[in-house]
């Protein structure tokens, strides 16, 4: 055993790193929930409820227990987005302790060596991603990076162990982590190669007493057993059963060699990590309020699992070119440096913090050519062949303005790549320490003191810096309160016991969150189209009861009159008629259909489209069944979707949500009709704009403006909501038109036209 294993690992210091990052993203974490899958994710945790497919058991439970034990928290949504920074952290941790471990053999000072995998953490920790990912629970994938690093450090000190000394239980634990990864997202089980790659007898110096059968029987399990993860994950049962004949010849070597215990138990202890998979099915049948893809039945599990909603094509049928999806990574790679500074200092430090990872794989495969292969594999793994399967269409921003009209993903996908940013980091430490080797041997004739020398190249690790430096506007969600803000606004729009049709993810989920973690407006239906495509939305509709209204923390717009709860459920179909109604229905010509006193021309010329989707007759059923018993409300981020059935003289604007009649509606000093907005309902809107909703929050001054880019609309519904109302109010109360305009003003600062020409 080399000086370099026998040191003990510094898990002192990796834990104050780790408390160090954790205090940086406390300071600049998300005070509640935002925009995109936040919503839904903490609303999941919330209800111990199930998100979008595949499902994300794992997160939910650990979530909703984290968000259960910090009951000194207040605000449950901050608990949950604290659960993003904590794990975030100790995979920092994780990446200093693997970091300085490989610097062994480059950086012999101890203290100098520690700094420099401190820098390669810091790198690591600050990538815009990983930072803008960190401090709110927008997705999963913080809980993914740490079962990766955790993996990777166990097989780091499995590596360090003597031969057939405390082996076995290093990859056991890998194994389980492995399996119970994978039941969060997949993204975790990627980390296996590194270990199948440092398993690989044929890389391993022979040792003495050490049977070559042996370790081969060892790579052979692990091997088989990792198919059989990667098998279920893709949810391929030919997979499935190819990995399942590799695990039998591995066993039956495993038994010739003296291995059986070690084979059959990393098999069970996959199959545990394996049964968290057994949350989905078994939550789903008691309902809870999210339960997405309602996998109650083994198809119906099948189709969550394997994602069969989204209907991606196969990989072998590309989405864009593989060179631009390559160039979609390289863009979010040219974020994660300084992400706050213009888009050439961007670029410029894209290309050095590139050749700075280099410079430290290129050492590494120096210093110690078998890890340098491992790691190289995982990049290659984590870039490559993660763009290859993702099978992404161009990026929302990539090629704008050169080509506009080219197929695009619906926002950024910066995140699915998280893990390659965060493990550049460590390539970037293991550059700065040959930065610093070059250092010190300049240094040599003028610095005897090895030690001192070495100290005396420190101050090259200043560098790792620059990504905290120059990400700390954008990265920061600290103060950013509007997705719950926007949701109960837009609840509060909505008279009581009303329908609200919504579109997608961002005027949806922050929806969710409201009604079921602070339990604003439960008494409104949310009805999503998106959703509302899929059989199992509509049967949750139908199957959810209707809240009681609550008076006291609605606006005083509607109180001091009764609101009469009306009973049945939503749409007056049977099981039978909703399991009847098909996915669409071509439209050969226009057709009229009598929504009770409303009579709806379905043009396929008005609707953009020859057939009406489920959704539409979900919709035109709730018109026919609700109107008159209840309010329907179109929230306004559906833009013109009411008016292609030709209800636009039916439809008045209360704020954010416009109000379907049943007669039509005639102009008069309360309702006046607006170009491009319709007729609108004064009173009501200006007692909505001016007493319940969060103008501060709209218009608070952001450093970088609206970062992200994709759902700026939401914040421009604010902007041009306050500038109409301005112009409607100005002959009437120019005090509250000009009160209007200052908000309007005031949220147009922070659209990205402001900073930038070409998004991010």
């Not at 780091?156 to 000394?165: E, L, T």
């Not at 003495?208 to 279920?232: H, I, K």
């Not at 198809?299 to 196969?314: D, F, H, I, M, N």
């Not at 920061?476 to 049709?501: C, M, N, W």
Request: hydrophobic letters at 50%.
């Amino acid at each position: 055993m080399d000086d370099a294993t026998f040191e003990r690992p510094p898990y002192l210091m990796a834990g104050l790193v780790s408390l160090g990052v954790l205090l940086l993203y406390v300071v600049t974490l998300a005070p509640t929930t935002q925009f995109w899958d936040t919503s839904e994710y903490i609303a999941a945790a919330y209800v111990l409820g199930i998100p979008h497919p595949p499902g994300n058991p794992l997160f939910t439970l650990l979530a909703h227990t984290w968000g259960d034990l910090l009951v000194f928290i207040d605000h449950y949504a901050r608990r949950i987005n604290l659960f993003a920074a904590t794990t975030s952290a100790v995979a920092a941790g994780c990446w200093f302790l693997i970091g300085e471990r490989w610097m062994r053999n480059i950086v012999p000072a101890r203290w100098p060596r520690r700094l420099a995998a401190l820098a390669g953490a810091i790198t690591a920790a600050t990538a815009f991603t990983v930072w803008n990912q960190s401090v709110v629970n927008e997705k999963v994938y913080t809980l993914s990076l740490v079962s990766m690093a955790l993996v990777l450090w166990l097989v780091v000190r499995w590596d360090d162990q003597p031969a057939g000394q405390a082996h076995d239980h290093y990859l056991l634990m890998i194994v389980y982590l492995l399996a119970l990864t994978s039941t969060n997202h997949m993204m975790g089980v990627l980390v296996g190669p590194v270990v199948a790659v440092l398993l690989l007898p044929w890389l391993k110096p022979e040792i003495p007493g050490v049977r070559r059968e042996d370790e081969w029987a060892q790579f052979g399990v692990f091997g088989a057993v990792l198919a059989l993860l990667v098998a279920t994950g893709l949810e391929n049962w030919t997979w499935v059963a190819g990995a399942g004949v590799l695990y039998v010849a591995a066993l039956a070597w495993a038994i010739m060699t003296g291995h059986t215990r070690f084979a059959v138990a990393a098999l069970v202890v996959a199959a545990i990590g394996l049964s968290v998979y057994l949350f989905l099915p078994l939550r789903a049948v008691h309902y809870p309020a999210i339960n997405e893809g309602e996998p109650t039945s083994w198809p119906a599990l099948w189709s969550v699992l394997t994602r069969e909603q989204y209907g991606k094509p196969p990989v072998t049928t590309r989405q864009a070119t593989f060179v631009a999806q390559l160039g979609m990574w390289w863009q979010y790679f040219s974020w994660q440096w300084g992400h706050d500074w213009p888009l050439s200092v961007r670029r410029g430090l894209a290309v050095f913090f590139f050749a700075l990872g280099l410079l430290g794989a290129g050492r590494h495969w120096k210093a110690d050519r078998r890890t340098a292969m491992a790691m190289t594999g995982l990049m290659l793994t984590f870039t490559l062949v993660l763009i290859f399967y993702l099978n992404f269409k161009y990026g929302y921003s990539q090629y704008l303005v050169e080509r506009p009209s080219l197929a695009r993903e619906v926002r950024e996908r910066d995140y699915f790549y998280i893990g390659s940013f965060a493990l550049w980091g460590i390539w970037v430490g293991l550059g700065l320490a040959a930065v610093m080797e070059w250092v010190r041997d300049g240094l040599r004739t003028r610095i005897a003191d090895e030690t001192r020398g070495w100290m005396a190249a420190t101050p090259v690790l200043l560098i790792a810096l620059v990504p905290l430096a120059g990400n700390r506007l954008t990265a920061s969600r600290a103060g950013e309160t509007i997705a719950r803000d926007f949701a109960s606004d837009l609840l509060q729009s909505v008279e009581p016991y009303g329908v609200l049709v919504t579109a997608g993810d961002n005027d949806t989920f922050p929806l969710w969150y409201a009604q079921e973690v602070e339990g604003i407006r439960q008494d409104v239906t949310v009805l999503n189209l998106s959703l509302a495509n899929t059989d199992w939305y509509l049967r949750q509709l139908q199957r959810r009861p209707l809240a009681d209204f609550d008076a006291e923390r609605a606006p005083a717009v509607y109180r001091g009159r009764e609101w009469p709860k009306p009973d049945g459920r939503l749409l007056s179909w049977t099981d039978a008629e909703l399991a009847a109604v098909q996915l669409y229905y071509v439209l050969d010509r226009t057709q009229t259909v009598q929504l009770g006193p409303l009579s709806v021309a379905l043009n396929p010329d008005w609707l953009g489209k020859p057939y009406v989707e489920r959704a539409d007759v979900a919709v035109l059923q709730v018109i026919k069944d609700q109107l008159g018993r209840r309010p329907v409300y179109f929230s306004r981020t559906v833009g013109l979707y009411a008016d292609q059935f030709g209800l636009t003289g039916y439809l008045e604007g209360q704020g954010f949500a416009r109000k379907l009649n049943a007669a039509p509606i005639t102009a008069s000093d309360s309702i006046v009709t607006v170009p491009s907005l319709g007729y609108i309902n004064v009173p009501r809107t200006t007692a909505l704009l001016f007493d319940v909703y969060h103008t501060a929050s709209a218009g608070r001054l952001r450093p970088r403006g609206w970062v992200d880019t994709p759902s700026e609309g939401i914040l421009s519904l604010y902007g041009v909501t306050y500038q109409t109302m301005a112009q409607v109010l100005q002959p009437r109360d120019s005090v509250l038109a000009e009160r209007a305009l200052a908000v309007a003003d005031s949220v147009y600062r922070n659209t990205a036209s402001l900073f930038d020409a070409v998004p991010n």
